[in-house]
């Protein structure tokens, strides 16, 4: 099991450009999250999902968009870059059928630098 | 407002003593904590975890302690181990309302010297 894995590890990014950023579990997890991680800062869930096709905002959305086409994949789209996106993303995943439902699985994180 | 706080960026301990980090939390509809453990460059990794009903939970060197009426948990590592130098998160959730999803303190980085 490759658990989760992030695709990009590292992206360097102009003011104003697009991307995307691709999680994939291979845990068959219900729960999907993406976090951002900023220096001296805990974890702040962006957007997560509750099942394929499912989508909702968590407690920093603005600037990013979701989509779960596929209970495996999750992927996190910055339409327009700024620097205050410059931050590393953590995507989680976890499985209520867990007896510790809330136990998450974290992938090795994406760092981008938004110039 | 803050709802995990940890109120102590970083903790220096001496090989083979206790190192007890600390957590406080707000929401008092929190009924399940867990503890993440994080190296640099690494995502973060499940440590321990404890539900409202127990004060105390142990797996090994790790022991996590709670105090509802205080809104305050603990972890402890005895004895701490130069390979336990991390960052150390301390997370809850309200697992009535919340898909799983949980609030995360800002870390404390331990540092546990030869």
């Known amino acids: 099991n490759a658990g989760v894995t992030q695709t990009p590890k590292f992206r360097v990014l102009k003011t104003g450009q697009s991307m995307t950023l691709l999680c994939a579990q291979d845990?068959?997890?219900?729960?999907m999250y993406w976090y951002r991680q900023d220096p001296g800062m805990g974890l702040r869930l962006i957007h997560y999902?509750?099942?394929?096709?499912?989508?909702a905002k968590g407690e920093v959305p603005d600037g990013y968009n979701v989509s779960r086409l596929k209970k495996q994949n999750f992927l996190l789209g910055l339409e327009s870059a700024a620097p205050s996106q410059t931050s590393v993303y953590f995507c989680?995943?976890?499985?209520?059928?867990?007896?510790?439902?809330?136990?998450?699985?974290f992938g090795p994180g994406t760092r981008l630098l938004v110039l | 407002d803050q709802q995990v706080k940890q109120n102590s960026p970083s903790l220096s301990v001496q090989e083979g003593r206790i190192s007890i980090l600390n957590c406080d939390y707000t929401?008092?509809?929190?009924?399940?904590f867990l503890w993440y453990k994080k190296y640099p460059a690494e995502g973060p990794t499940f440590l321990i975890s404890?539900?409202?009903?127990?004060d105390k939970n142990e797996d090994g060197r790790f022991t996590v302690f709670l105090n509802k009426s205080a809104k305050h948990l603990s972890l402890h590592i005895v004895p701490s181990q130069p390979g336990d130098s991390a960052v150390y998160f301390c997370?809850?959730?309200?697992?009535?309302?919340?898909?799983?999803?949980?609030?995360f303190g800002d870390g404390t980085t331990l540092t546990v010297k030869p």
């Open positions: 999902s509750v099942g394929e096709g499912t989508t």
């Open positions: 845990m068959n997890h219900e729960y």
């Open positions: 404890i539900s409202s009903i127990k």
């Open positions: 929401n008092s509809m929190f009924d399940y």
């Open positions: 989680a995943s976890s499985d209520y059928r867990d007896k510790t439902g809330e136990t998450q699985y």
């Open positions: 997370a809850a959730s309200a697992r009535s309302t919340n898909a799983g999803k949980s609030t």
